[in-house]
């Protein structure tokens, strides 16, 4: 007998479109994370993985579909040919030379460049309406990279930046606080890694400036203090390097976050990398993170923070050191 009989006169599709499918290029530690999240938080009616490695790419994909029992329903598939990406809504790019401890960005740059010019033009020949959202480093440059090389609309090519370095100081502050990190409000911005800028005058607590409270040990903040926390916040990610070897669960969530609000056009405002030319005196074709507006047609807008003189000049200085390291690319 089969299991279920069809009701006579019904009008059953066969094939049902996914409403929200999203591409993870990269099944590394990164890629790994961030699919794992958007999976566990319901975002994606169908996931697609790609990668070089045609094993591991597989083991991945059956591992993650064994956890079916415990998921919702969703469509899992996985192909080193890009034509598995087809259709999809966002593409994340965590792919990457594996980075070696301690290498420069100018090297780094130079191995994933190439890795570039081919994973990029395949995703928007697959996926002409998809956002792009770019994990790989260097981020900054490799999302303005992939925004030159896919012809897309600003507001569809976005970077990661200083998303996870926004989420490591939130943690700092909060813990130094004991207060939730959902409550400390606050930006990093410009270029990601060692020289993010922090928006320490409108980083709040409770909607309280953090430079006129104490923390739970009766600490106030000034600015060398917050110069500290701010070179916490980078010691903490060569911490993690040094003691597993990479980071994961981190950007892993930081990355899902992102991805809710542009699916489910949440309209949330997050410090992403995206095109600054034009803001805050920023005078350089790069991209830079600014506190901006994510929905579902991607970035909707940059909020216009009020910016200190002094945190202005070291955007347009990281904007100046970008650009040099951009203009000497061959693509
Ligand atoms: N932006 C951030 O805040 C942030 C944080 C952590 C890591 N990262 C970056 O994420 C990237 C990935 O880190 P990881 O730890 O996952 O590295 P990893 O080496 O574990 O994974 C990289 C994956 O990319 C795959 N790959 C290599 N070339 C490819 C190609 N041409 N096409 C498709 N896949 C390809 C590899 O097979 C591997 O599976 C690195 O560039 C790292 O610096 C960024
Ligand atoms: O948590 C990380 N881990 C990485 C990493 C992941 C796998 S191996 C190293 C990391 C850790 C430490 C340093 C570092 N430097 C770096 C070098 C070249 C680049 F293009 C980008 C970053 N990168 C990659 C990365 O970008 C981060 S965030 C990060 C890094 C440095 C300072 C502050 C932050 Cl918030």
């Known amino acids: 007998k089969p299991l279920f009989v069809k009701i006579p006169g019904s009008d059953l599709p066969t094939q049902i479109e996914t409403r929200f499918k999203v591409t993870v290029v990269g099944v590394g530690n990164v890629g790994m994370a961030c699919a794992q999240t958007c999976l566990t938080e319901d975002l994606v009616d169908e996931l697609a993985l790609v990668d070089i490695q045609a094993d591991k790419l597989r083991g991945e994909m059956l591992d993650l579909q064994h956890a079916a029992a415990f998921l919702p329903r969703v469509k899992i598939v996985a192909d080193t040919d890009y034509a598995i990406?087809?259709?999809s809504d966002i593409c994340i790019v965590t792919a990457g030379a594996r980075?070696?401890?301690?290498?420069?960005?100018?090297?780094?740059?130079?191995?994933?460049l190439t890795l570039f010019k081919s994973i990029i033009p395949q995703l928007v020949h697959y996926s002409p309406n998809a956002i792009l959202l770019i994990v790989s480093?260097?981020?900054?440059?490799?999302?303005y990279?992939?925004?030159?090389?896919?012809?897309?609309?600003?507001?569809?090519?976005?970077g990661t930046g200083t998303n996870l370095d926004s989420s490591r100081l939130?943690?700092?502050?909060a813990d130094k606080f004991d207060v939730n990190a959902h409550n400390v409000h606050g930006?990093?911005?410009?270029?990601?890694?060692?020289?993010?800028?922090?928006?320490?005058?409108?980083?709040?607590?409770?909607?309280?400036?953090?430079?006129?409270?104490?923390d739970k040990n009766g600490v106030s903040y000034s600015k060398e203090s917050l110069q500290e926390l701010h070179r916490t916040v980078v010691e903490s990610a060569y911490e993690v390097i040094k003691l597993k070897g990479y980071t994961s669960w981190a950007i892993g969530y930081s990355t899902a976050s992102l991805v809710k609000s542009l699916l489910r056009d949440q309209r949330r405002i997050y410090p992403v990398s995206v095109r600054a030319?034009?803001?805050?005196?920023?005078?350089?074709?790069?991209?830079?993170?600014?506190?901006?507006?994510?929905?579902?047609?991607?970035?909707?807008?940059?909020?216009?923070v009020k910016m200190g003189e002094e945190e202005m000049q070291k955007l347009q200085q990281s904007a100046k050191t970008i650009w040099k390291l951009q203009s000497e690319l061959e693509f």
């Open 85 to 87: 990406s087809a259709g």
């Open 145 to 158: 990279v992939s925004w030159k090389l896919s012809g897309f609309p600003p507001n569809r090519v976005i």
């Open 99 to 112: 980075q070696r401890e301690g290498e420069s960005r100018p090297s780094l740059l130079g191995r994933n």
């Open 137 to 143: 480093n260097p981020v900054d440059i490799l999302t």
């Open 187 to 214: 930006y990093m911005v410009g270029e990601h890694g060692d020289s993010s800028v922090p928006l320490w005058s409108t980083l709040t607590l409770a909607n309280v400036p953090v430079l006129n409270v104490r």
């Open 277 to 304: 030319k034009g803001f805050y005196g920023i005078e350089n074709e790069v991209y830079l993170s600014l506190p901006s507006q994510l929905g579902r047609a991607g970035v909707l807008g940059v909020a216009n």
């Open 170 to 173: 939130r943690f700092l502050i």
